[in-house]
């Protein structure tokens, strides 16, 4: 059974940075595509960002282009989301997950098999 532990949310001021980190047990890490995901009150789950098992050519919902970067360090079997320029709309609890094959899709978090239990990202105005 996979387990994926998230860890580095909390509260920042608009304009801020976090770096989001997701250990991963299980030694096919290398063999997953991982994605972050997050979910506002109210909101269904939405994509965020997703890098596959070779670390090239990552993807990144629209609304987060440019100011957030995903990453994985498979020696150390984690993943990361480094979060720049925060909004206030950027809000959420904040997912990982784990792919353990391609399903057709990075974006749909129906294509993710394992996922963590969130960690709270919080932007003030």
């Known amino acids: 059974q996979v387990l994926l532990v998230e860890s580095g949310g909390g509260l920042v001021q608009a304009g801020g940075s976090l770096r989001l980190s997701c250990a991963a047990s299980?030694?096919?890490?290398?063999?997953?595509?991982m994605g972050w995901f997050r979910q506002a009150p109210g909101k269904e789950r939405e994509f965020v960002a997703a890098?596959?098992?070779?670390?090239?050519?990552?993807y990144y919902a629209d609304s987060v282009k440019g100011r957030f970067t995903i990453s994985r360090d498979n020696t150390r079997t984690t993943a990361y989301l480094q979060m720049n320029s925060l909004k206030p709309e950027d809000t959420a609890v904040y997912y990982c997950?784990?792919?353990?094959?391609?399903?057709?899709?990075?974006?749909?978090?129906?294509?993710?098999?394992?996922w963590g239990q969130g960690t709270q990202v919080t932007v003030s105005s």
């Open positions: 997950a784990s792919q353990s094959y391609y399903k057709g899709s990075y974006y749909s978090p129906n294509t993710y098999d394992d």
């Open positions: 890098i596959r098992r070779s670390g090239g050519n990552p």
């Open positions: 299980g030694r096919a890490f290398g063999n997953w595509a």
